[in-house]
Nanobody, 122 residues
Framework: QVQLVESGGGLVQAGGSLGLSCAASGRTFKSYIIGWFRQAPGKEREFIAAISWNSGRTNYVDSVKGRFTISRDNTKNTVYLHMNNLKLEDTAVYYC???????????????WGQGTQVTVSS
């Protein structure tokens, strides 16, 4: 069992930066792949980035490559998403998920946080 809590969302102007955290509890956290997803109103949950258990592998959706960076610190049971050069279209609720399969599909993730709102203004 893994419990996830996201934090760090907020309001930021376009072109600005924001950092999100995903804090986990559970003894098996370091075994899991952690993914960040986002969901805008009226849209499906979208894959953003993922990181393997040992940080040796990462993956990003094309729309955030070069702007977002995912990292993890297993000693702190925390995964981070640092977002630079934010755009209006990045506005969404951001979720972190934990799973055991390297995939872009949200259905393969077993545990989810409650989400944190990111709003990018012009």
């Amino acid at each position: 069992q893994v419990q996830l809590v996201e934090s760090g969302g907020g309001l930021v102007q376009a072109g600005g930066s924001l950092g999100l955290s995903c804090a986990a509890s559970g003894r098996t956290f370091k075994s899991y792949i952690i993914g960040w997803f986002r969901q805008a109103p009226g849209k499906e949950r979208e894959f953003i980035a993922a990181i393997s258990w040992n940080s040796g592998r990462t993956n990003y959706v094309d729309s955030v490559k070069g702007r977002f960076t995912i990292s993890r610190d297993n000693t702190k049971n925390t995964v981070y998403l640092h977002m630079n050069n934010l755009k209006l279209e990045d506005t969404a609720v951001y979720y972190c998920g934990a799973g055991l399969t390297w995939t872009l599909s949200s259905t393969a993730y077993d545990y989810w946080g409650q989400g944190t709102q990111v709003t990018v203004s012009s």
